[in-house]
């Protein structure tokens, strides 16, 4: 794992206002308000980094690098403090990755599924998906025979409907694997897989740790 792409992200996902704060704002706005209010709650492009970069929030913020407290099957339960506020998480690497054309070099990606007590946000699923994603693409996230939308911003991917979240993590919970597709800048097309095994125990442990 390399901690400091997860510490990255975990500061671009500290900085998010919330969930269900983006969701109120793309139903109640008209067009052109919902794409403002998308945009100001979307995590800042940190998780583009280039490798080797200082985070500068990270190193000033002690705790926060994770520290796992469970593994259950494929995923992985992890707590972290980045810029002072805990996120809890579950995390895990696809079981298979293809590009298309193939064999193009990318990063390693992650799934997540994190709980930040602060914000009142519970279980939110995003992806580092491990290149630059197509500004403006849309990606995919299929799970229980039911595909949801993810909007992109950098090298990550969020539900684009955040109404729907709650019905995705029931559905990633009883599956055995949930697969993902994004598109990059360079017009790469990607399928990654990641195995479910153990979500749901990694999940239930976190709502154990991550109280306030």
Same mark, same amino acid.
């Not at 510490?7 to 139903?27: D, E, M, R």
């Given at each position: 794992?390399?901690? @400091?792409?997860?510490?990255?992200?975990?500061? &671009?996902?500290?900085?998010?206002?919330?969930?269900?704060?983006?969701?109120?704002?793309?139903? &109640?706005? =008209?067009?052109?308000?919902?794409?403002?209010?998308?945009?100001?709650?979307? #995590?800042?492009?940190?998780?583009?980094?280039?490798?080797?970069?200082? #985070?500068?929030?990270?190193?000033?913020?002690?705790?926060?690098?994770?520290?796992?407290?469970?593994?259950?099957?494929?995923?992985?339960?992890?707590?972290?403090? #980045?810029?002072? !506020?805990?996120?809890?998480?579950? @995390?895990?690497?696809?079981?298979?990755?293809?590009?298309?054309?193939?064999?193009?070099? !990318?990063? =390693?990606?992650?799934?997540?599924?994190?709980?930040?007590?602060?914000? %009142?946000?519970?279980?939110?699923?995003?992806?580092?998906?491990?290149?630059?994603? %197509? =500004?403006?693409?849309?990606?995919?996230?299929?799970?229980?025979?039911?595909?949801?939308?993810?909007?992109?911003?950098?090298?990550? @991917?969020?539900?684009?409907?955040? &109404?729907?979240?709650?019905?995705?993590?029931?559905?990633?919970?009883?599956?055995?694997?949930?697969?993902?597709?994004?598109?990059?800048?360079?017009?790469?097309?990607?399928?990654?897989?990641?195995?479910?095994?153990?979500?749901?125990?990694?999940?239930? !442990?976190?709502?154990?740790?991550? %109280?306030?």
């Amino acid at each position: 794992m390399s901690v @400091l792409r997860i510490l990255t992200f975990l500061v &671009a996902i500290a900085a998010l206002c919330g969930a269900a704060s983006l969701a109120q704002a793309q139903s &109640a706005a =008209p067009k052109g308000a919902k794409d403002s209010a998308k945009e100001a709650a979307k #995590p800042a492009p940190a998780p583009a980094a280039k490798p080797g970069a200082k #985070p500068a929030e990270p190193a000033a913020a002690g705790g926060a690098e994770p520290t796992l407290i469970g593994q259950y099957g494929t995923w992985g339960a992890y707590t972290a403090t #980045p810029a002072g !506020r805990k996120v809890c998480f579950a @995390l895990a690497k696809p079981s298979s990755s293809k590009t298309n054309p193939p064999n193009r070099p !990318r990063d =390693p990606a992650y799934a997540f599924v994190s709980t930040r007590p602060a914000e %009142k946000v519970v279980n939110e699923v995003s992806i580092m998906i491990g290149y630059a994603l %197509k =500004p403006g693409s849309e990606s995919s996230l299929e799970v229980g025979g039911s595909s949801f939308a993810m909007y992109t911003q950098g090298d990550g @991917l969020w539900i684009k409907n955040a &109404a729907e979240e709650e019905q995705m993590v029931n559905a990633m919970r009883k599956s055995a694997e949930v697969t993902v597709k994004g598109i990059s800048a360079k017009g790469t097309e990607t399928t990654d897989v990641f195995s479910l095994k153990g979500l749901a125990q990694a999940l239930d !442990r976190l709502a154990q740790d991550c %109280k306030r």
